[in-house]
């Protein structure tokens, strides 16, 4: 997302394909006439702080979807923050063409003349190597912070094209398989639960397409799934937060998968990402993985 402060003491909020949503965010706009100063396009993301679990939180998503009537409302519980990036104009002058290098120390600058702190946050930035790893092994301990991004310094900022690599920190852990796409004898991916701390099968993922041995491996132990499946009657969405759904076949919820995830899961304990199968772990039984929104898992074995 985009926040620029303009002429006129207008602050526009934008998002990346470019809808304005200023009036889903007053606390940030109230913020930017307050502090920022004219001229000033930033380049960053929004974030939210979820003042009950203490927690970065990604119900962004919901106040991104919630109009003004609603918006301050949901101020007190999930405040706004604004990670900048990158500075794209600053005094009206636009910085498109300069390197990423000059670009960042005009960012710095920025924060550190008109003090900036909350809810403007400077997105750190190394280039120690060293640091950089410190950084993907204990910052993404924290709930929302998913990995690192690699940029050039002599890099232009290019409007519209990815121009950095991002790195995910990614663990393994189980998950029960309680639906599939495609056939039993050819499934295609996998849908994922865990059990909550009432014992019912929830949905928490679902995995990339199956390479075909996977595939194969996996097929040879699903099972048809015997009236009175929880899920029945259950919609899958194909990605996390679309209204797309998945045409699945419900299995009997007896086999146990692992699967490689990133770090993005939402307060319910659901991927944002889909995972990565990794191989069936029939030496464990669905009562050996972690209950919904526990950490990673069973003994290897």
Sequence with gaps: MCDGYGP??????????????QDRWPDLVAAAEA?????????????????????LSFEA?????????????LIARWPAYFVAFDVLQLDGQGLLTRPYAERRALLENLFS????TAPWTLYPQTTDLSKAWEWLESWTDV???????IKSMSQRYLPGCRG????????????????????LTR?????????????????????VPLRPDAAREVAEHLTAAAPGHLWEGVRFSATWGSRDVLDTT???????????????????GVYRHPLRFQRLRLDVTTEDVPRLGQGPAAAAG
Excluded: C, F, M, N
């Design 143 to 149: 709930s929302g912070v998913e990995g690192i991004l």
């Design 8 to 21: 006129g003491s207008t602050v526009v909020v934008q998002t990346r394909r470019g809808a304005l949503v």
């Design 61 to 73: 998503q919901r106040r991104a979807a919630t109009r003004a009537r609603g918006a301050a409302g």
């Design 113 to 116: 003349e008109h003090a900036l």
């Design 187 to 207: 499934p295609q991916l996998l849908v994922l639960g865990r059990h909550d701390q009432d014992g019912r099968l929830r949905a928490v993922g679902r995995t």
């Design 250 to 268: 419900l299995v009997r919820p007896g086999l146990v998968a692992e699967v490689s995830a990133d770090r993005a899961i939402d307060r319910g």
């Design 164 to 183: 950095w690599t991002k790195i995910r920190r990614r663990y393994t852990t189980e998950t029960i398989v309680g639906a599939i796409t495609g056939t």
């Design 35 to 55: 502090q920022l100063p004219h001229g000033l396009v930033l380049d960053g993301e929004l974030v939210v702080w979820d003042t009950e679990a203490d927690r």
